[in-house]
C-alpha cells in the first residue's frame, strides 16, 4: 500500500492536532456552557435521518445536491437513509416523534415551549475551496411551542449568543437581522404571489455571492420580474447599510406596505425590543434587508452573524421556522420553531493562523512525572498514582530509558508536549525521600520532600 | 406523507430523551475526566476513512460487512469511503499520518509515547437484537509508542478504567485478562502455524456465543484439527474459571511451554504486576484464557469487562495491537500500541429500565422564572438575567399564559420538567419589590425580596 494512498488528509473532513483539539474543545465547551446557562437542555439525534425527513427540510436546491448518502453494505438501496446536514431539521423531527411522550408518572416529558441545545457533527458535500469543509460542527439552540412561540425567544437567542461571542473574543462581531416576510412582502407589491416570493429567497440569498446583474436575470428568468422592479427590490434591500437599527425601523414604518410586510415589521420590533431588554448592545446589531438564508423552511424573523475582522461569512445564523416540524406530525400540528447555530469548525483554523489561539499545549495533564531510573519505576508510579488522587491531571512516563538519553527522550518530550511542570528523581533522590519539581521550559527547579509534593505541585498549578 | 414513514425511530440508532441525554452526558463526562486526569489527550477524527484504511486494519470478518458505506450523491462510488466501526483503527492512522508534525518552533508536535482519548460515535451495521445498536459511542484510551512501548501502559490503561467503574458505581464488575500470544503458542503446540493460530483467533472469540461443538468443528474444518485436540485448546481455555490470579499464572507457567506461548505469559505477568503497583484490587480482575476478542489486529494482552449484575457482554475491552499503525506507515515503522473502549449506548438503557438512574429532571437548568402577568415580562426578564449573570442557569417562561391557565401551563411545566425550583411574582408581588421562590414539586413557597433573591436562590440549589 503506498503512503500517500493510506495516510493522506481527506479533502473537506478537518483533523486538528492534539494541541488544536485542546483549544477547540474549551470554545465548544464556553458555547455548551452558555447554552445550558439560558435552560436551553442538550439532547443528541442520530447522525442518520430518512431522506424523505431530510427532502421533507425543503432545504434549498443547493444543499439537496450536498447531501451525504449512507448504505450499510454494497448491495442495499443508497436512497433510504442520509447523513444530516443541520441539526435543525433533526431537532424538529424529534419533536414531532416524541412530543407526546410521558414519564413515569404519565406527565409529559416534553412540555411546550421546548428549548433544547443540540452540539453535534452535520455533514455537507459543498467545494472545499475557501475553507469550507463537508464534515463540520454545529452548535445549535433552538425553542419549538405548541401553537404559539412568543417572538420574545427569537430575541433571547442572539441574546445568549452576543454572550458567547463576547467571552470568545474573536474580536468585534455584527448580528444582522431580517424578516422575511418583510422581503416576501415587498415582492408581493411587486406583484409576485406567496410561492414566487418564497422561492425568490433562495435566489436573494445569494446577492452577496453572485452579483446585482446575476440576481436580476435570474429573477427575471424565474418569475418574469422586470428589471426595473428586481432594482427596486435589491435597491430596498440594500438601503439600511451603515443606519441605526432606530433608522431603518423607521425607514420599514415610512414604506406603508401592509400585510405579509407589517406582519414581518412587528415580528422584527418585537425580536429587536427583546434584544434591548435582555441588554444586547446596539453596536453589536443591525437590520440588514439583504439577509434572506439559504434553506428554505425559515418564514420569519432571520440573522447571520458576521466577525469584523474576519472574512469568512457567517458563524451564526438562525430565524424562525414555523412550518418545519409540524409537517412531521400526522395532524400538521402548529410547532412554531425558531433558532441559530453556531459554526466553529471552519472559524478555528483560522484563528490558528492569526495567532489568537495558543495551540503549543499538546497535553492536557498538569505535570509529567519522569522515570530517570528504569528500577524505580514503582516509587514513580506511585508519585503518579498520589498526585492523581489529589486531583491532578498527572502523565507517568513509562519507557525505559539509558541514563544518557533522559534528557533527549524525557525532557525533551515534556518540552515538546508543552508541560509546565514535571517531576524528576534519581535513584538518590529517592532514597533521601525527596523529588525534583522542574519547570521543562525554563529549567527552574526545586527539591521537595515526598509528603510535601502534592501540595508543591498545587501550589505551581 | 404517513406518519409511519416520517416519525417512527430507525432500529439501531438510539435517541434519547431530554432527561436520559442529561444523565448520560454526565456519564460521558466521568469517563472523560478519568482519561484527562491520566493525561489522555483529546482528539478527534473524521467520521470517515478511505476504505483501504477501514479493510487494513484486518479487522475480523464480522465487522467487515457491517461496514456502513458513505457517497457525497447519487453517482459517487461506494467503495471508496465508510464510517468507522471504532476508534482504534483511526487513531493509529492518525498517528501514521501525524508522527512527523512538528509546531511553531519545529520541535515535534508527537513525541512518543504518543497517549489519547477519543470520545465519538462509531457506526457498525449490526444485527439489532439483544439491544445492539448500529451507531453507539465509543470511549477510548490508547498509548502508541516509536519501536517499544511498556507493558506498563497494559496496566495503566485496566487501571483507569477501574477508577471509572468505582465511581459510575454500576454494581460489581470483572476485567478479564488474557494474552493472545499464550492462546496461539498453545495451538502451535498442537501443530497450527501462526497464520492459522492468529486465524483462529475469531472462532475462538465465539467460543462463549456458539459454544463448544460449534467452535470444535470450526476448528477441524478450518485447520484439520483433530476433535481431541480441539478440546484441549478448549479444555486449556476454560480451566482458569474461579481461580484467582496467582493460581492462573502458576497453572501458565507449570505448562512449561516455550517460544511464543512464554513471550505471551511474560507480557501478561508483567500487566498484572502493573496493575497491582497501580492498587487496582484483586476482587475485580482475573485471568481468563476464553478472551480473544472479535478484531483481527489484536497481538498480546486483551481483556474484556464484564458487569456481574447485567447480562449485556463487555462493556470495556481493548489490548494490544503491536502491528496496526505500522501499516500506514511508508516504512512500516513499528509503533506498538495499546487501548481499551468503553461502550455506554447499549449499557444506559437497561441502567435505566433497571432504576439505577434518575432520568426525571429533564432540564439542565436550576430554576424557571415563571411569567404570570405578561404585562411584566420586562420584569421577569430582568430576573432572569440577573440570575444567569450570577451564574444560576434560568430559564424564563415566554409564553403569554391566560390568568386562569397560569397553573395548568407554568407550573406544571415546571413540575413535569423536574424543576426543583421556580420563581413566581405577580403584578402586586412586583409593586412591592418581592417575589415568590417555591418547590413546584411540593408547592412549599417563600416571599423574597428583589435584592436578595440571587443570594437565596443560590442557598437552595
Chains 1, 2 share one sequence.
Not at 434549498?60 to 447531501?67: H, I, P
Request: hydrophobic residues 40%; charged residues 25%.
Amino acid at each position: 500500500m503506498s503512503k500517500s494512498l493510506i495516510t493522506a488528509p481527506i479533502a473537506g473532513f478537518p483533523e486538528f492536532l492534539p494541541g488544536e483539539q485542546i483549544e477547540f474543545d474549551k470554545m465548544l465547551n464556553v458555547v455548551r456552557r452558555h447554552y445550558q446557562a439560558a435552560g436551553f437542555t442538550p439532547i443528541e439525534t442520530p447522525s442518520i435521518e430518512r431522506m424523505e425527513t431530510l427532502r421533507a427540510a425543503k432545504a434549498g436546491d443547493e444543499v439537496k445536491g450536498q447531501m451525504y448518502r449512507v448504505a450499510r453494505n454494497l448491495d442495499e438501496s443508497m436512497t433510504d437513509y442520509g447523513l444530516h446536514f443541520d441539526l435543525t431539521v433533526p431537532f424538529a423531527r424529534y419533536v414531532a416523534q416524541h412530543r407526546t411522550a410521558t414519564g413515569a408518572n404519565n406527565q409529559p416529558i416534553m412540555p411546550f415551549p421546548f428549548r433544547r441545545s443540540q452540539i453535534q457533527k452535520v455533514w455537507r458535500g459543498e467545494k472545499t475551496q475557501g475553507g469550507r469543509y463537508r464534515e463540520f460542527y454545529q452548535c445549535d439552540i433552538d425553542a419549538i411551542g405548541d401553537g404559539e412561540l412568543s417572538h420574545l425567544v427569537d430575541a433571547e437567542i442572539p441574546y445568549v449568543m452576543y454572550g458567547i461571542f463576547k467571552e470568545l473574543d474573536f474580536g468585534p462581531f455584527m448580528i444582522r437581522i431580517n424578516n422575511r416576510k418583510i422581503l416576501q412582502g415587498f415582492m408581493a407589491n411587486l406583484g409576485l404571489d406567496l410561492d414566487q416570493a418564497k422561492h425568490a429567497m433562495g435566489i436573494l440569498d445569494e446577492l452577496e455571492k453572485v452579483g446585482i446583474a446575476a440576481v436580476t436575470t435570474k429573477l427575471n428568468d424565474a418569475f418574469s420580474l422586470s428589471e426595473a422592479d428586481a432594482r427596486k427590490l435589491i435597491n430596498f434591500m440594500q438601503s439600511q447599510e451603515g443606519k441605526t437599527v432606530d433608522e431603518s425601523l423607521k425607514f420599514l414604518h415610512q414604506q406603508g406596505i401592509e400585510g405579509l410586510f407589517n406582519a414581518g415589521l412587528v415580528e422584527l420590533t418585537e425580536m429587536i425590543e427583546g434584544m434591548r431588554l435582555w441588554g444586547v448592545p446596539e453596536s453589536v446589531f443591525c437590520i440588514d434587508l439583504t439577509i434572506a438564508r439559504g434553506l428554505d423552511y425559515y418564514t420569519g424573523n432571520v440573522f447571520e452573524t458576521k466577525l469584523i475582522n474576519h472574512d469568512i461569512g457567517s458563524i451564526c445564523s438562525g430565524g424562525r421556522y414555523d412550518e418545519l416540524a409540524g409537517q412531521f406530525t400526522p395532524d400538521q400540528a402548529h410547532l412554531p420553531g425558531v433558532g441559530a447555530s453556531i459554526g466553529l469548525t471552519r472559524l478555528f483554523p483560522r484563528l490558528v493562523k492569526a495567532g489568537l489561539v495558543n495551540v503549543d499545549r499538546q497535553t492536557v495533564a498538569d505535570v509529567l512525572v519522569t522515570s530517570k531510573d528504569h528500577d524505580q519505576m514503582p516509587q514513580y508510579l506511585q508519585i503518579a498514582k498520589d498526585l492523581r488522587d489529589a486531583g491532578i491531571r498527572t502523565e507517568l512516563f513509562t519507557e525505559k530509558t539509558p541514563e544518557k538519553k533522559f534528557f533527549q527522550r524525557q525532557i525533551k518530550y515534556a518540552r515538546n508536549k508543552g508541560y509546565p511542570l514535571m517531576i524528576v528523581a534519581s535513584t538518590d533522590d529517592i532514597k533521601a525521600g525527596c523529588v525534583k519539581l522542574e519547570n521543562p521550559q525554563t529549567g527552574e527547579s526545586t527539591s521537595v520532600v515526598f509528603n510535601e509534593l502534592v501540595e508543591a505541585v498545587k501550589a505551581r498549578l
